[in-house]
């Protein structure tokens, strides 16, 4: 397994569409143990393909806390959200240590292909669920930042960009 370079805004990767997934073969499996290496390494509880240079709708996650539940989704789609909305804190790899509030739907139904190409159906709520919705939002060119108030993400790209002129004068 491989660490991958993580992308970070503003990459335009990270703003495209992922494209579908034709076939699961040897090459994506490797890469969603590359995505889960990674993944573990930054450290996150999720991670997009987009988010490693991949523009291919590939999910991994892992909220457990001994981080050993992974979950490698393939052409994810949420088929189901609640009505009750949360709000809680999101950061993201790809705006390093940037955190603010957003609301989500407490629990969603997530339909995908596992590594093997078998369909599978998972639901999901809590931080699951808002893991799940934070990737599949990567792979819709969406960052958490842009379900913030236009206030609320300034002030998140004017922190990060203070942050990347303190490491870079270090």
Same mark, same amino acid.
């Given at each position: 397994?491989?660490?991958?370079?993580?992308? !970070?805004?503003p990459?335009?990767?990270?703003?495209?569409? *992922? /494209?579908?997934?034709?076939?699961?073969?040897?090459? #994506?499996?490797? @890469?969603?143990?590359?995505?889960?290496e990674?993944?573990?390494?930054?450290p996150?509880?999720?991670?997009?393909?987009?988010?490693?240079?991949?523009?291919?709708?590939?999910?991994?996650?892992?909220?457990?806390?001994?981080?050993?539940?992974?979950?490698?989704?393939?052409?994810?789609?949420?088929?189901?959200?609640?009505?009750?909305?949360?709000?809680?804190? !999101?950061?993201?790899?790809?705006?390093?240590d940037?955190? *603010? /509030?957003?609301?989500?739907?407490?629990?969603?139904? #997530?339909?995908? @292909?596992?590594?093997?190409?078998?369909?599978?159906?998972?639901?999901?709520?809590?931080?699951?669920?808002?893991?799940?919705?934070?990737?599949?939002?990567?792979?819709?060119?969406?960052?958490?930042?842009?379900?913030?108030?236009?206030?609320?993400?300034?002030?998140v790209?004017?922190?990060?960009?203070?942050?990347?002129?303190?490491?870079?004068?270090?």
């Amino acid at each position: 397994m491989a660490v991958l370079r993580i992308r !970070e805004y503003p990459d335009p990767i990270l703003k495209r569409p *992922a /494209e579908p997934v034709d076939r699961i073969d040897d090459t #994506v499996r490797r @890469l969603l143990d590359d995505m889960l290496e990674t993944m573990y390494r930054a450290p996150g509880i999720g991670l997009a393909a987009p988010q490693v240079g991949v523009s291919k709708r590939i999910v991994v996650v892992d909220v457990s806390e001994q981080k050993n539940a992974p979950l490698r989704l393939v052409n994810p789609r949420i088929t189901w959200r609640s009505e009750i909305l949360v709000a809680a804190e !999101e950061g993201c790899l790809s705006l390093p240590d940037q955190y *603010a /509030e957003v609301k989500r739907p407490e629990a969603v139904e #997530v339909v995908y @292909l596992d590594e093997c190409g078998v369909e599978r159906s998972l639901e999901a709520e809590g931080l699951l669920a808002r893991c799940l919705q934070h990737e599949i939002d990567h792979l819709d060119g969406i960052l958490f930042i842009d379900r913030l108030s236009p206030l609320k993400r300034s002030m998140v790209l004017r922190r990060l960009t203070k942050a990347r002129r303190l490491r870079a004068s270090a």
